[in-house]
């Protein structure tokens, strides 16, 4: 049996990475991710990484770009509103068709919020989040393992279809510590034939760029981006599915609000009541088909999210809004509990009998 | 428990204040409160402090409600839990230091960096001389596997707070999946690590569920109620 270790969701992170072969690491300080920067403060050096502490977040993630850009594994992280300030950087870093790691370990928002957990930035993290035609793929830990499992994927999906990935975490599954192994990361190198890293006069050089003054060619790169998103929305759509078998209710929940949604199932189906959830670990792609299929049987859907509904939206668009989807929810740090799902679950069902 | 030690934390006679420091998430915290309450337990009156600058999650403050029914004082943070991320200190704090009538347990902050908001009620607490400062270990924690991980952070934290450790508490765990064995090897390092650093290694902390267990081959075994999880 692979040896464990006891981390913070941050740390099992920054670990992670570094066994997954990240040796650049850009950040700036913020509460509820500092563990994170701390942990590659601590190991970078001693490893013969670089971890620089940039002048803003925006500095980061332009240094980021510029690692991505040799072909080198290369991540920034921060919170909420630091997030916010990278957008501009992210999307130069899609249009560039480069791959790298942005994690998010949200907190409450808007503008400086507070510091404790939320998901409020599932549209800002799934729909783009800076100017342009461009997605992220988007991976949601519900587990300290987790957070180093999709870690080590973020980065070989990246590579693998040349787009910047974020790990959308929040502040609870960050600070909380769990039994965890890493034994399973391996660093697979992928061939990189489009990075700059010296021509040594025996090639053509290679370009880095996200700026086409050329609109034909503009809309080319474009089109050429969306046939590769389409692939990953065909081929890397993760989720789990639990006890949806036979399910009448359906929540749809990721990350810390999946955690209490599974406890709710649970003591539903104690109850007789059956309730089945839907945890997405890919936010985008979003797995469309899951819901679709449960749409046939369920009585209606329950999103359950610390936002005040932003995955509702791509729950209705993909089961086509056949059944009801409401919300349950807390937010601006707060945390729904069991109690309040199984409440909003036998108020559905009293008004459907 | 055994025979109570002579002397330490345990004794019938422990100091007056008690700091607990360490590598952040080595379990400080959940020491803390639980150690407050067994010298409360013993009719002792308590205080306790959260001195933690660093960590804005998984507090002291958790347990306030439990704490203030059993009649410990609770000093934490203006902002503790709030939405403010502001690590300011309570001016309450000095009577932590200051009142020599009643017991304090104080929570610091992970490593070097919580450890320096413990410099200046250093005065006091030296001056009193009257204090237990234990470097609490988990030797599962990724950066502290070893002895000798372990002896960096507390020389680090010792120069932080320039207040020298009385002693180790072995808080080797691996949360639920804890085994006595778990324990028990950290408890073998802890040994190094009490030489290393020239101290005695005063109690090893087990949760509740393997505690009976684990004192059969560990001494002075103190049991622990684990603090809120999700």
Known sequence: ?353 | MGTAPVSGPLSPDPRRVTLLAGHYGSGKTNIAVNYAEYLSRRGLPVSIGDLDVVNPYFRTKDSEDELRAAGIEVISLPFANSSVDLPSLPAEAYRLVQDQSRYAVLDIGGDDRGAYALGRYRQYILEEQNFEMLFVANFMRPLTREPEEAMEVLMEIEEACRIPFTGIVNNTNLAEETLVGTVQSGYEKSKVLADLAGLPLVMTTVYEKISEEAAKSIPDVFTLKLQKKY
């Open chain 1, 1 to 353: 049996m692979a040896e464990k270790v006891l981390m913070k969701g941050n740390e099992a992170i920054a670990e992670a990475a570094i066994r997954s072969g990240c040796r650049h690491y850009f950040g700036y300080p913020i509460t509820p991710q500092t563990e994170l920067a701390a942990y590659m403060a601590k190991m970078m050096p001693k490893i013969g990484g670089t971890f620089l502490q940039a002048e803003s977040e925006i500095a980061a993630i332009n240094m980021v770009y510029g690692v991505a850009g040799t072909g080198k594994r290369v991540m920034t992280s921060s919170s909420s509103p630091g997030v916010s300030l990278k957008q501009e950087g992210i999307s130069y870093i899609a249009g560039s068709d480069l791959p790298a790691l942005i994690i998010n370990v949200q907190r409450g928002g808007p503008g400086l919020g507070g510091i404790q957990p939320s998901q409020s930035d599932y549209f800002q993290a799934t729909k783009g989040g800076g100017h342009g035609d461009y997605h992220l793929i988007v991976l949601a830990p519900a587990s300290v393992q987790e957070m180093a499992d999709l870690t080590a994927l973020a980065f070989d999906l990246a590579d693998k279809y040349r787009m910047p990935a974020m790990i959308l975490a929040d502040g609870t599954i960050g600070q909380m510590m769990e039994p965890v192994t890493l034994e399973n990361i391996e660093y697979k190198p992928v061939e990189k034939p489009w990075a700059i890293t010296g021509t040594e006069g025996k090639r053509k050089h290679n370009i880095i760029n996200s700026l086409y003054l050329n609109p034909e060619m503009l809309e080319k790169k474009n089109l050429e981006r969306f046939e590769r998103y389409k692939t990953v929305e065909e081929n890397e759509v993760r989720f789990e599915s639990f006890m949806m078998d036979d399910a009448e209710i359906g929540l749809v929940a990721y990350g810390i609000a999946a955690r209490v949604a599974k406890n709710a199932v649970t003591a539903l189906r104690a109850e007789g009541i059956k309730a089945g959830l839907i945890r997405p670990v890919t936010l985008w792609p979003f797995p469309k088909k899951a819901v679709l299929e449960a749409s046939d049987k369920v009585k209606a859907f329950v999103s359950v999210e610390l936002s005040m509904g932003q995955m509702i939206e791509d729950i209705k668009l993909a089961e086509n809004s056949k059944k009801p989807v409401v919300l349950c929810s807390r937010v601006g740090g707060m945390i729904p509990t069991p109690e309040q799902i199984i409440e909003t679950v036998k108020n559905l069902e009293g008004g459907m009998d």
